[in-house]
């Protein structure tokens, strides 16, 4: 290659050379500044509802002067009570019993207490209401004992307790009283009772011998045909 045209490609070489330098140089200086970087605060822990996964006490709560609060949802074995002037309304769900419903806000549960009890929907819901009048004239203008250990009933807002109630010739339980009278079957959740005075399965079995006499009777939903 002639030293002229060696000349000329060198030259040009280093014209783009200079030419690529700049623009990169430019380039670099347009640039916007980095954003600083936003604080970003500890993620909120979700507050938990008291229902949603309280641990229940160790010991039963005892409220000597409960009352029933009259309403329309009260059923036999689920009922809003004032507690005390320094509670709000509770609705509490008896250990140990199950009545019948008395509406059909859980079919489910009405055609298994029909099968249980061999009777139709109807007289279920019938059977349901007995058991929720029963229990409203017998608490409705006393006070009782609640005994609770704030244990949740799973996805409801209550909890589960026993009631106390003044008989001759003593304090008897509302579940004792519900099995007798035939308003009610065994099931639900149980416990110990308060003090441990009687394991669950013994007191179990005493209600289920209550529940045992009042079908042989005839009482409350047994005697319906």
């Known amino acids: 290659m002639p030293f002229r045209e060696t ?28 954003v600083a970087a936003i604080p970003v ?14 641990a229940p006490k160790a010991e039963f709560e005892v409220f ?13 074995d689920t009922l809003r009570i004032l507690l005390d ?8 769900t008896l ?15 009405v055609q298994e207490q029909a099968r249980y009890f061999q009777i139709s929907q109807d007289e279920v819901l019938k059977a349901g209401l007995e058991a929720a009048e029963y229990v409203t004239s017998l608490l409705k203008d006393r006070t009782f004992t609640l005994l609770t250990r704030w244990e949740p009933v799973p ?10 109630v003044d008989m001759e010739p003593g ?4 579940a004792d009283l519900l099995m007798q009278k035939g308003h ?13 005075v009687q394991g669950a399965a013994d007191y179990g079995r005493y209600l289920l011998d209550l529940g045992k006499e009042a079908r042989n009777a005839k009482r409350g939903v047994w005697s319906l045909p």
């Open 7 to 34: 000349l000329l490609n060198i030259a040009i070489t280093g014209v783009l050379v200079l030419i690529i330098t700049l623009v990169a140089i430019l380039v670099k200086e347009s640039r916007p500044a980095p």
């Open 41 to 54: 605060g500890k993620a909120a822990v979700a507050t938990m509802t008291a229902n949603s996964a309280a």
């Open 64 to 76: 000597p002067k409960a009352r029933l609060v009259l309403s329309k949802n009260n059923e036999g």
């Open 85 to 92: 002037e320094q509670h709000d309304e509770t609705i509490f």
């Open 95 to 109: 250990y140990f019993v199950d009545t019948p419903e008395i509406t059909l806000t859980h079919p489910q549960l």
């Open 155 to 164: 996805d409801r807002s209550r909890y589960y307790g026993l009631i106390m």
């Open 171 to 174: 304090k008897v339980y509302l």
């Open 184 to 196: 009610a079957r065994l099931a639900g959740l149980s416990c110990d009772l308060p003090g441990r």
